[in-house]
């Protein structure tokens, strides 16, 4: 299945069907993105903001407000709210990644400095939390300050376990529910709590975010070895360099005998890394079939996301989300 061919890009149908609500997001953003004495945030956060991103994430929350019949005007603070949590993870993450490139363009970090990103990335956190704190709603802020500190739990746990080949698929599982599933899960869940849904829609709205989160990430993971980097925006191989233990990995060290754990051991342990270890790298997945258990992963992933949405009711937008649960995966084809 080709991405072509899956329902015209259901992000781009959402885009559509929300677009009066993300232009309020978009206005948002760029009023509270803004700094009357520190120039370089808004020069930074607009690098980022504005360079062709989805918005993926704020549409969740504008489609489960509107899902679950929101009526009122927090929904827009809260997309906001979400774009900024992620806007800031990105320009950190760039930085420990010592990362040159992000969607196809040079990151943050390589225009200005480290320090630039990392003070950005702090001011935009404050600036979500004042947004969030404008609602009203305890509860939102509760969601999304637990999810802000599950993303930074998770980053660092990955720091830990990302080079170590104990690292199985419990720890990478409870890692990728940090690092991404955490704000796919807060940001489809407030969209249902400022509505004030029924608890059972609500907890619907949590597992799809959830779910979605964990294929989007497990996908992003097995395109780095077998992914096109025109489509990408990164080179393939870039997570094999950086020595980041991901689920093709992990697969096929849980299976390797031990001339082929020792090729682990040095090439993400040790980081002694040399011309062709890539290629060997892809092949040793191919032979224990890693690629395709982890494929395998992610469609059970993307079921479950749709699964979660049988709770709602029927609607155009239930619908989009359905087939962004397919697009997700579709990547892979």
Known sequence: ???????????????????????????????????????????????????????????LTLAAARMCGYDGPFHVHLAATVEFIHTATLLHDDVVDESGQRRGRPTANLLWDNKSSVLVGDYLFARSFQLMVETGSLR??????????????????????????RTDEAIYLQIVRGKTAALFSAATEVGGVIANAEESVIRSLFDYGDALGIAFQIVD???????????????????????????????????AEATER?????????????????????????????????????????????????????????????????????RLS
């Open 1 to 59: 299945m080709s991405l072509d061919h899956v329902a015209a890009k259901p992000h781009e149908r959402l885009a559509t069907a929300l677009s009066a609500e993300l232009a309020e997001v978009n206005t948002l953003i760029r009023v509270r993105m803004a700094s009357k004495h520190a120039p370089r945030i808004p020069e930074v956060t607009a690098h980022l903001v504005e360079a062709g991103g989805k918005r993926l994430r704020p549409m």
């Open 221 to 255: 993971d097995l395109l780095d070895y077998q992914g096109d980097s025109k489509a990408t925006g990164k080179n393939v191989g870039d997570d094999f360099r950086e020595r980041k233990l991901t689920l093709p990995v992990i697969k096929a060290v849980a299976k």
């Open 140 to 165: 939102v802020l509760d969601i999304l300050a637990n999810a802000s500190a599950t993303i930074a739990e998770g980053e660092v746990l990955q720091l830990s376990a990302a080079r170590d080949l």
């Open 262 to 330: 020792a090729f682990w051991s040095r090439v993400i342990e040790r980081g002694k890394q040399e011309d062709g270890d890539l290629e060997h790298a892809i092949s040793l997945l191919n032979h224990h079939g890693a690629l395709e258990e982890t494929r395998q992963d992610a469609l059970t992933w993307s079921a479950n996301a749709k699964a979660a949405l049988q709770a709602l009711p029927a609607s155009d937008l239930r619908d989009m989300l359905t087939d962004l649960a397919d697009y997700v995966v579709a």
